[in-house]
């Protein structure tokens, strides 16, 4: 059974920052990726940015581009996502995941099947 439990929401003012974990109960390099999604209400579920295990490169979604930064403690099994120079739409729920299979995800993230239970970041302005 795989467990992803998400830490470090809550509200802050826009220019603020907030540091996101993600725990994973199995070791982080048994998958392809790690991602981090969002949810705002009203609002389709949204890629973040996503962490590859090998070789460590990063993909990031252009509205946070610059202002997040997503890194892994493979010792940890923990996933994190800094979150800097926040915006009012920034706000969401904020979720990790694992992709099915724990291979190479396509673009949606109808591809991730392992979901934490979420962490709310409000920003207000």
């Known amino acids: 059974q795989v467990h992803l439990v998400e830490s470090g929401g809550g509200s802050v003012q826009a220019g603020g920052s907030l540091r996101l974990s993600c725990a994973a109960s199995?070791?982080?390099?048994?998958?392809?990726?790690m991602g981090w999604f969002r949810q705002a209400p009203g609002k389709e579920r949204e890629g973040v940015a996503t962490f590859y295990t090998n070789g460590g490169s990063t993909y990031y979604a252009d509205s946070v581009k610059g202002r997040f930064t997503i890194s892994q403690d493979n010792a940890k099994n923990t996933l994190y996502l800094q979150l800097n120079s926040l915006k009012t739409e920034d706000t969401a729920m904020y979720y990790c995941?694992?992709?099915?299979?724990?291979?190479?995800?396509?673009?949606?993230?109808?591809?991730?099947?392992?979901w934490g239970q979420g962490t709310q970041v409000t920003v207000s302005s």
């Open positions: 199995l070791s982080t390099y048994s998958s392809y990726c």
């Open positions: 995941a694992l992709p099915k299979n724990f291979g190479k995800p396509g673009t949606s993230w109808t591809d991730y099947n392992y």
